[in-house]
Nanobody, 125 residues
Framework: QVQLAESGGGLVQTGDSLRLSCAAS????????MGWFRQAPGKEREFVAS????????YYSNAVRGRFTISRDNTENTLLLQMNSLLPLDTAVYYCAAVLGTSATVTFPDDFDTWGQGTEVTVSS
């Protein structure tokens, strides 16, 4: 069974950068896509970015486009999220997710069937 483990979260100040990583372990890993979601206290889980694993096609939410960059390392089965120009509204628990089955879309939580435990990002003003 595939397991996802996020790392890289922490406490930073407005304007700082962070790089999140998600390592996949388990059986042969060949997802259709992987993505990042986040959930702030009292709010629903929201889409941040995703990437189709083979083609590399990427998608971003309007809130992070231009500031965050999603990438993957196929050989290391690792998903990355480079977050620049962080703002207090970016404060949330960030979750890594994978589509191990099939899904027509890769921007909704229900599209993803495998999730990590999350890593917390706090941006102070």
């Amino acid at each position: 069974q595939v397991q996802l483990a996020e790392s890289g979260g922490g406490l930073v100040q407005t304007g700082d950068s962070l790089r999140l990583s998600c390592a996949a372990s388990g059986r042969t890993f060949s997802p259709q896509a992987m993505g990042w979601f986040r959930q702030a206290p009292g709010k629903e889980r929201e889409f941040v970015a995703s990437i189709r694993w083979k083609s590399g096609l990427v998608y971003y939410s309007n809130a992070v486009r231009g500031r965050f960059t999603i990438s993957r390392d196929n050989t290391e089965n690792t998903l990355l999220l480079q977050m620049n120009s962080l703002l207090p509204l970016d404060t949330a628990v960030y979750y890594c997710a994978a589509v191990l089955g099939t899904s027509a879309t890769v921007t909704f939580p229900d599209d993803f069937d495998t999730w990590g435990q999350g890593t917390e990002v706090t941006v102070s003003s």
